[in-house]
């Protein structure tokens, strides 16, 4: 690992020479340089957290004057109860998982003497954009080293006291292990990002760590693929059949248990049948928990009875919005088509949610509606790599290809065909005349 | 199917909202389409190949005059032996495979009453850019409607009269099927590439089918994801231990079994110490199958004795090049670590291979060079979706993330994940006093 102030393209170019060498270490090599990682951050410790405490100090001025947002300030906090721990834990857990690296995943008689395997293997390099969270630098050259891939991490500018500090610290503690130097590179030079993103002849693939703004500018600026999503624009459809008390938790669930978050759900399609029935009391519960429902004239016509409840008439925008606070829009529907179709038009393909008793209707709205997440009476929540038990998460992804959904270590990965063979013409094989056929036979993995 | 000179804004939105309707038919409404449009073909046989001889006229004028190449035209002619009963049967291959949609890749209890599955399923829009061969139009219609995935298909202007007539003979036969009328049109607009390639918002994978050129252009012109490859730079390394008689069966079928194929052999890397032993023979082999060979000092010297040989002197370019013909550039490397640094500086990341009888030589190639095929002691022809087993090819592709190198119905598929619970809260989850863990249990597919 290392600092680096070089030109974007020798970084890139450094980084693919280095992910050669990344990509044949065994993983005995691979896990001991991620405890040697982990070692030397438990011991620099206190030299860490002040270097965050610089940093904190300058974003709370900043913060405070109005020029940076109290929610970055909150992420950039190292100190914070359990962070530093969760970090350092984090880097033992990727240790840990099973190696992605070099599983067979089909392997095919051609003929006799001629065998192919398809084997996984490292992508190539990885540049990693982030914001304010100083632990993903040590999360994320976890998840390279563990699978491969070289790496270079270009970090926001409020985190770069904590920034240069864990980087220090990691590049120490890998100059003793078998990672080539600049398998891991944290680039330092202001302004790159734009140069570091035209580098797609050496980078293979872009991974943001930020502000949907961040995202969204990324996947603008750059040739290379981009896993991750730019909005989390979920929705819940809430059938006249739902349960009408469980559908509460679901609800609420979904909405609060971290409103910030991309899975949590920012519009609730009412069926209109249930308008009378199970909406009332989702309104009421999501109201007691401090929601603001913005509403279309029937769903305010259902609950205008209940006179104490946060509701506002809601605008066009509401439904294309992603709020990430304690605010959800509220359209009536009235059919499941009309939901799909509202979503498959409004939702960002991320994850989205039907509450009904009628299996027939929920697992057409799972194969209808176009997202990475279609779940039955289940919360939009769940959408996390840790919660589907994949041990880590790269990122969320709403891209079409490669991986969707909650992505795991797999999500690093891409496969190459290896051949042994004893030197057989392909001319000799085929239909017709004096041409043997080729045998196919798949064999035990 | 339609064919239409709609705006490519239409196009592409139409084949979005077909995209939702044919992603949900069964496997049984899309083989019937299949077999219906296979039907339809072998009726009408006789106009299309009608209207292919007027494309083929027009193509012959234009390539007696030099404005079109003689393999363009070679590539028009439908009425060559074989060629339209293999465009018939290849439907009925395609229909014949298993359904690559809805199958589950993976099941876990997360909890009690709470289940994730990831399950296939479609990628949504493909855009198909090709050149002169239209029964490629019959070829991806199938792989498209097999695969669940809409289609926008632009042919060159070289195959218009048979396009068009293949085209209405799909379209009236699809009329008649499950298959939304705008699940694949055909774009019949001239000059409208560019636009299409920016309907980023509805399109979701762009296949080219065609020259290199066309390749390059695409992939620099769009931010779609492209499947395919630009280039088959495909090299072998000849090391002194690999078997001087199969040694020549193996590079002369890699050169010469289809010199035009993205898969045939490009640079042939010579140990040094191979250069009296083994080299001479294949050298001798490839000159009497009419290879020209383009050689560095040593590997010139090397066969100096042997005056009858096409023998000419290698220039840098040639190592950088994809010849597509009976031309080989051969180089001298003194080590197995010079012969992977060549490949990986000037592949195409395709297909290379290694002759060696040194089984830790070979896998040290397998696992070092960066390509979507490294082979041992076998033909770089081999790779091929057929010859793998696919039962069809897609294209090859030397993309680093989704699908690499020869690509079947599965490159056409990506997965979602469903799950079906019962409205629980996923605050209740997770470590710490009062929270439920999850479970996380596979369970069988």
Redesign the interface.
Known sequence: MSLTNASPEAVASAARSA??AL??LPASARNDALQTIHDALAAARDDILAANARDLELARKAAADGSLSQALVSRLDLGKKGKWEDMLKGILDVKDLADPIGQVQMR?K?DDD?V?ERVSCP??VLLIIFEARPEVIANIASLAIKSGNAAILKGGKESTESFVAISQTISSALAATQVPNSAIQLVTTRDVIAQLLAQDRNI??VIPRGSNDLVRYI?EST?I?VLGHADGLCSIYLTASA?KN??L??V??SKT?YPAACNSVETLLVQDAALSTVFPGVAAALCSKGVSLRCDPPSKAAIAALSDLAVQDATPDDYDTEHLSLTIAIKTVASLDDA?AHI?AHGSGHTDAI?TSDPAE?E?F???V??????????T???DGM???FGTEVGISTN???????VGLEGLT??????????????A?GEGEGKKP?K?EKMAL
């Open positions: 992910s050669f990509a044949t095919t051609l001629l192919m992508i190539g293979d693939l996947k040739k693929p349960d469980k559908a938790d679901a609420v669930d248990s799909i498959n509450l929920a057409r799972m194969n209808e176009d997202s990475a997440g279609v779940y039955w009476n289940a919360s929540r769940l959408a919660r589907y038990g079409k290809i490669h991986a969707r959904g909650p891409i496969y190459k065909y290896k051949i042994r063979g004893d030197y057989q013409a392909t001319a094989y080729w196919h």
